[in-house]
């Protein structure tokens, strides 16, 4: 009727964690590392100068497609934010 789990010690875990082989890219402007090749080629991006997205109702530029996306919704009529708010974070 119930099950019997076996519970992972601590000895075990360690021995798990030490085992994994942590892949890592690394970013060649600034040294910054990434675990996934996606993420590092999406950060590299940032870092030339070539920018290819523009907002199509104010002009402004961005190197990311998701950051032009996001910018793209204070344009939005139901957003109750005036033209030319910019996101702050």
Same mark, same amino acid.
């Given at each position: 009727? @119930?099950? &019997?789990?076996?519970v992972e010690t601590d000895?075990?875990?360690?021995?798990?964690?030490?085992?994994? =082989?942590?892949?890592? #890219? &690394?970013?060649?402007?600034?040294?910054?590392? @990434? =675990?996934?090749?996606?993420?590092?080629?999406?950060?590299?991006? =940032?870092?030339?100068?070539?920018?290819?997205?523009?907002?199509? &109702?104010?002009?402004?530029?961005f190197k990311r497609q998701?950051?032009?996306?996001?910018?793209?919704?204070?344009?939005?009529?139901?957003?109750?934010?005036? @033209?030319g708010y910019a996101w702050? #974070?």
């Amino acid at each position: 009727m @119930f099950a &019997v789990m076996q519970v992972e010690t601590d000895e075990r875990r360690e021995f798990r964690r030490k085992m994994r =082989t942590k892949c890592e #890219f &690394v970013c060649k402007y600034c040294q910054r590392r @990434f =675990t996934k090749p996606y993420n590092l080629m999406i950060h590299e991006r =940032t870092h030339k100068d070539d920018i290819t997205y523009t907002c199509e &109702v104010c002009g402004k530029t961005f190197k990311r497609q998701d950051n032009l996306k996001q910018h793209r919704t204070i344009h939005s009529p139901s957003c109750n934010r005036p @033209f030319g708010y910019a996101w702050r #974070f």
